[in-house]
């Protein structure tokens, strides 16, 4: 085997471990936000404060209303770090659908 075939190579597994590290990195990102969502909640459960509605709601709402039930659950996804199948549920229980 030449050495063009050789770099080739090593240049194709630098390039999937490239993608493997962006996608783990974006997912502890999220990861990390949702854990420090759940701290917040956590905190005002201990303090006996009410607990507040997330602000991505109303647009979840909105959303649901206009009959974009899968930009909703996008943007659940997004907004609350959530799983497509979290994601599906959490909006489902916005709309009244269990």
């Known amino acids: 085997m030449d050495l063009s075939w050789i770099l080739v190579i ?14 783990m990195d974006n997912r502890l990102k ?18 006996e404060e009410p607990l507040k509605e997330p602000p991505v709601n109303e647009g ?14 996008k943007m659940a996804r997004e907004h ?9 549920k959490y909006v489902d229980s916005l709309s009244g659908n269990t």
């Open 10 to 23: 090593a240049g194709a597994i630098l390039a999937a471990v490239y993608l493997v590290y962006g996608m």
């Open 80 to 88: 609350l770090g959530l799983s497509l199948l979290e994601a599906k």
């Open 60 to 73: 979840l709402r909105q959303l649901l209303q206009d009959g974009k039930d899968i930009e909703a659950i």
């Open 30 to 47: 999220a990861m990390e936000k949702q854990l420090a969502d759940m701290q917040k909640t956590i905190a005002a459960i201990n303090s």
